[in-house]
Every structure is written in structure tokens, then in C-alpha cells.
């Protein structure tokens, strides 16, 4: 099966994200290139991974290396958002140093975003950068997460609060990791593609609508969903490396999306973040029906759509209780996205056309959350 | 009295270091460009700062910045080295979320060389970011730390393992604060100064001998010194912001250096890193001459005015006992400087022709330990 590659150009790093079928066991002559050859030594490198990944691949993964005779340590970290903390980081970055892995040398994260963000966090910072190679092996992390460079930890304040821009040497996107991802998790990547063609797409929007059984199939069409996506990430990446402008509109359905992931305290068993950026994406549609800016029928069609795939669609469709407006409110307040106290918000004058609206009102945006968890839709 | 300016050229960011009398009580006029004035609301900032240097300066700081109706958040650490530990970084970036400060804030390290560390650290990984002003209150940290955008802290494996590169906005060092400054820690501050002579500009080694006695008192000539060595140091950074090449000169002196920090266990009482520089500068110029790159004159010179100036010269001038020669190479290996393996030294041809040694034999650095344990010079 073809393999496709997506180059990633930034103004002193340039690297590809290469995605395929059978690419972890072909990592080796992917990665070789990349790596640190010693003159008398074995080269050396660490897998950081989570247990759930690791029961799965990293045997795989390993025994092509030692074929090779690259010696892995692996560094195995609970499954789950918990992990992005000050004392696993500390834990991963231990366990790099006892190895005495030098700068030159290699951390591969082979996971899902969790690992990617933790482990990218860990290479930016250990001897002020060791390189680093993404093995996403969820349809979120290969499309979106393994993608751009942020890396980081959570904060008892919020999400994602402490951590880098710091770009890979490469991306692995092997599509076969996707047979065994749970259908819950593979759904919830699919709403941060739809989100690609809901921000300045709406053929790729379309082309979703038409295909999405294929994309949650095996094969070229999968691929090919995949290699666009991370096109149009690299490129808006590409132009703003550091989120100083355009890039902010990655955000669309994400400040509602965060602020669902707060109320519901990261609890996967309620909620989880592609799901939330779903619920996410159709409030800030709404939100821009109510601003006059679109009409009903642009909202109506994606939240079809969703339904369609299987995806949340409203704040009814999280189990267990939300807490009221004003307690949603301020987990907004803290998102990093605000800017200044005034709210930024993505929000879209038609189907396929966001933009970044500043200066929105934080009593709007209550009365609308106010409505919203009073009756369904 | 003149205030002098060296610009720091990198290829995405420039900015000034500012020398001169009284900067302190002018540096709202100094940085209020850098500050992000919001619409509506108070400019607000943290000051990361120790205890001692908070009881000579923090007031006069604050006081200035709250006529100029800047709020400022005030973070004050034990002095110290082990103020570079996961423990204290975490609750300089607590403190910095709590107050709510965003990507677009400033935070002001007042301080030394473990200041700026600390609190470079924490602005280039909260928010992926925040803007940074150093106020260096050491000869030390105003001729070498706060140039260059070395962050970091300390690991229980060794010492500024964990960090980043960040650059500062501006660098604003008041030599008033010299002043207050012990005597030992400028002398040790001084040791720096003369490294940059020793690395490539025996003119400027031998103008030191000349002026140390005005270098050592307020007025134009230590301006001059001090700016002298920001200029040095910032054509280094500028050529090799990531030390990939010729940035590694800056480490004459500093493997032995470290190397008996740790075998002191970091006890300022028992030697502080400028002296450990000192004494490690005499040690790489006896390494060279063992391997007849320089005849003993050129050490005997340096020695001298080390000596002249009350600075330490050989392990013997270090107060309590040492490891055994086998126990510091362990020290060494561990060092962030070794490269795969063999030994990297700074060395030197001739006074002030230093150069990068790669592949130093472990065996005899070994034995030259070991010598220079046994009798002093």
C-alpha cells in the first residue's frame, strides 16, 4: 500500500510526517538517519509509551530495533490524561538520565497525544533538547497532536499550561495501529478532521461527508484522509510556528471544548477531548447562529453528520451532571487562549469559513451556555 | 555616569543588554516598552527574586514599577543553588498561574545566575512562553548568565540537566548592585571575566591586569569590563545560539569546575562556582602543558594574577577533603559536556588560543587527577 508523505517546512527545521501501512516495523530504516551513530558504541534511545500501547506494539517496535542493533530503553507510563504531570514528567526525565542518554540521542514517543505531549516535553528539556521522533498511534495524535511542535503538561490551573514549542525530527504515522484502536477513540480523532474542513475547507468538509466510511476503514482512502489533514496542519503550522495569529483558528470548537473537559475533570468514562471538540464545534456554531453570522442549516448539516459517525453533538449528551453557566464560565476565564480578559472565541460565517473573533462579550457567551443547559436540542 | 548597550543579535530575535549606575530605580523607562498594556486594566508582572537580594532591591523595584502603575507579583526563594530544583520551579509557576498571568506577561528575574535560571526556566514552559526581563545583581550573572538564554535547573544526576534555550527581551544590569555584592562573589564573578581573555583575547586578559584594581571599584572602567565581557559573550551566542560548535569555548575551565562543584557538593561555603572556574581554568592550562600545547609561563602568569586578585588556584585551596581521582572522573562522565563517550576539553596553545579538544583520553585526565591530588604546585 502507498505510503504518502507530508513535509513540514518551519524557518529553521524542516521535517516529514510519513504515514502508512506497516511503518512501525519498518521504523528502523525510517529512523536511521536520525539517529546518533557512535563511533565504538551501540546507538542508544528511549521509548516512552503507555501501558495500553505498549501491551500492543512496543514488542514490535523493539525487536526491529535490537535486529539493528539499537538498544532501546523503554519507559512505560500509565494510560490516560493523568499521566501530563509534574511527577511522571520528572519520572520520564529520571529514567532518561540514569540511562545517560546525551543530547544527540533520541526519544521516541510512541502513543497516543498524551505520550507525544509528555515525552516531546521531556526531549525539549532534558540537556536543553534531545531529539525526538513521533509514533502516533491514535487517529487524534496522527492527525493533530504529533503535528506542530506543542508539547506540554497539565497544570492543577488548566490544560496544557507548562510546556514547549518543539518540533520533531520525524513523524511515524503507521495507519495499522488504528485496527486496534477502541472505535470511541478513532470517532473522536475523526472530529478534529471535520474540523480541518469546517475551518477553511468545506470540500474536504464534503469529501468527508461522501467518504467517512472508507476513512474508518483500512486503506488508501484512509491514508489519504490522513496525509491531508496533516498537510493542512503543516501549513497553517508552517506560517505560524508560534500561535501569534492564524493558527489560533486550530482552536475552533476547542474554548467550549476545554471547558467541557474541566466540568467533566478529564473523566474519560464521561468524556473525552475529540468528543469534547466535537460538542465544541457545534456550540460555536451555534453561538454564531445567534450572532447572526450564519444560518441554521450550516449547523443542522454538521450536526447530521456527527450523528451520522456516531459523535455528541450537545451538553445533554455528556452522562452525569454539568455544573451551572457561571461555574462553566470561569473554566473558560482560565483557558490559555484568553487573551488580556477579553474572550477569543473561532467562530464562522459559513460553512467551511472561520475566523477569529476577538472582543466577545463574557455576558454573551453566559446567557448562551445558560440556554443551552437548560433544554436540548 | 555612561550607560553602555550591547545588542545581541540572534536570527529571530534581538535584544539589549543595558550597563550603567542606577538602572535599577530607571527600569520602568527601560522596559515599559516590553510590557503588554492592556485595554482596560493595571499592567501587571512577577519578580522572581531570593531572599537576600530581595532585602537589598526588591523594594526600590516595586516601588518604581507602582508609580509607574505596574502591579507586580513578588516570588521569593531561599538563595541558593538548590533553589534550581523540580520542587521550586513548580511553585514559581504556581504562583505565576495563580495570579492569572498570561502568555503576553512579563516576568523580571532579579537576581544572580540562579535566578535567572530558575525564572528563565519557568517563562520559556508556562503558557509555552511568557516574556522575560533579566535583572542580573552578580558580576557573574551580569558578564555571563543572563547573556545567551541558558535556562534551567538542577537534577539529582547533575547539574543543569533540565532546561532550555530562551532569550530574554532585555538584560538590565545595574552595577550599583555590586556594591552590596560580597567580595568573594565578585572575585568569583571576576573569574569569568578573565576566561573570556584566556578563550581568544590576551589583550583583553592583559588589559585585566592592568585595570583589575578599577575593575574591582564602582566607575566607567568596570562599565567598560562589564560590557567588554557582554560583548564577547553575545558574538559567541550570536554565531552558536544552540552550542553546536563554537559556543563550547565558554566551557574553558568549567569541566574540572563542575567537576569539584559536585565533589563539594555544591557547599557554597566550601568554594562557589566562579572559584571552581578558577581553579578549573588552571587545571585545563597544566592539562595542556602535560601534553606540551603551552610551556608553564603562560599558567605561572595566570596563576599570578589569580593570585593577586584572591582568587583560588589549585585543589589544595579548597577547604575539607577531597573524592579520590576515580570518584571525580565519575563526575566528569556525568557532565552534560561529554560527548558519546570521549572526553571534550577545553584546552589551549598558547595564553588566550583556547580550542575544543575532542576525544581527551579518560586514562589520562585520570592520571593528571591524580597527581595534582597528591602535592600542590
Not at 47 to 65: E, G, P, R, S, W
Not at 277 to 292: K, P, R
Request: with cysteine; proline share 3%; net charge positive.
Amino acid at each position: 500500500m502507498q505510503t504518502k508523505i507530508v513535509t513540514v517546512k518551519l524557518n529553521k527545521h524542516c521535517y516529514d510526517i510519513i504515514i502508512g501501512s506497516g511503518l512501525i516495523a519498518q521504523a528502523v530504516s525510517k529512523i536511521k538517519h536520525y539517529l546518533h551513530q557512535k563511533s565504538s558504541h551501540q546507538i542508544r534511545l528511549a521509548i516512552v509509551t503507555d501501558k495500553n500501547v505498549a501491551a500492543f506494539h512496543l514488542n514490535t517496535l523493539q525487536t526491529k530495533l535490537a535486529e539493528n542493533e539499537i538498544y532501546t530503553i523503554p519507559i512505560i507510563v500509565e494510560a490516560g490524561e493523568q499521566s501530563k504531570s509534574f511527577p511522571i514528567l520528572q519520572n520520564v526525565i529520571d529514567k532518561i538520565l540514569v540511562a545517560r542518554l546525551e543530547r544527540g540521542d533520541s526519544i521516541i514517543a510512541l502513543g497516543g497525544g498524551v505520550i507525544g505531549d509528555l515525552a516531546g516535553f521531556a526531549a525539549s528539556i532534558i540537556r536543553r533538547g534531545m531529539h525526538f521522533i513521533q509514533m502516533p498511534t491514535t487517529l487524534l495524535a496522527q492527525i493533530d497532536s504529533s503535528v506542530g511542535g506543542k508539547t506540554g503538561i497539565n497544570s492543577p490551573y488548566g490544560k496544557n499550561l507548562i510546556g514547549t514549542f518543539y518540533q520533531p525530527q520525524c513523524v511515524i504515522a503507521d495507519t495499522d495501529v488504528l485496527n486496534t484502536l477502541p472505535s470511541r477513540e478513532f470517532r473522536a480523532g475523526y472530529a478534529e478532521m471535520v474540523k480541518y474542513g469546517l475551518i477553511n475547507q468545506p470540500h474536504f468538509f464534503e469529501w468527508l461527508e461522501k467518504n467517512w466510511q472508507k476513512v474508518f476503514s483500512k486503506g488508501p482512502i484512509q491514508i489519504e484522509a490522513i496525509a491531508r489533514s496533516c498537510q493542512f496542519k503543516a501549513d497553517i503550522v508552517t506560517h505560524d510556528e508560534h500561535e501569534t495569529g492564524q493558527r489560533a483558528l486550530l482552536n475552533l470548537g476547542h474554548t467550549f471544548g476545554h471547558m467541557l473537559e474541566t466540568a467533566t475533570t478529564y473523566d474519560s468514562n464521561r468524556l473525552i477531548h475529540g468528543e469534547a471538540v466535537a460538542i465544541g464545534i457545534i456550540l460555536a456554531h451555534q453561538f454564531s447562529e445567534q450572532l447572526n453570522l450564519i444560518s441554521p442549516t450550516v449547523t443542522q448539516r454538521i450536526k447530521a453528520h456527527f450523528k451520522t459517525v456516531g459523535l455528541p453533538t450537545q451538553l445533554q449528551d455528556i452522562p452525569g451532571k454539568l455544573p451551572d453557566a457561571e461555574t462553566l464560565m470561569t473554566f473558560i476565564a482560565q483557558d490559555k487562549k484568553v487573551s488580556q480578559n477579553n474572550l477569543t472565541f473561532i467562530l464562522t460565517r459559513a460553512l467551511g469559513q472561520s475566523f477569529i473573533a476577538k472582543n466577545v462579550s463574557p455576558n454573551a457567551v453566559l446567557t448562551f451556555l445558560k440556554q443551552k443547559l437548560m433544554k436540548s436540542d
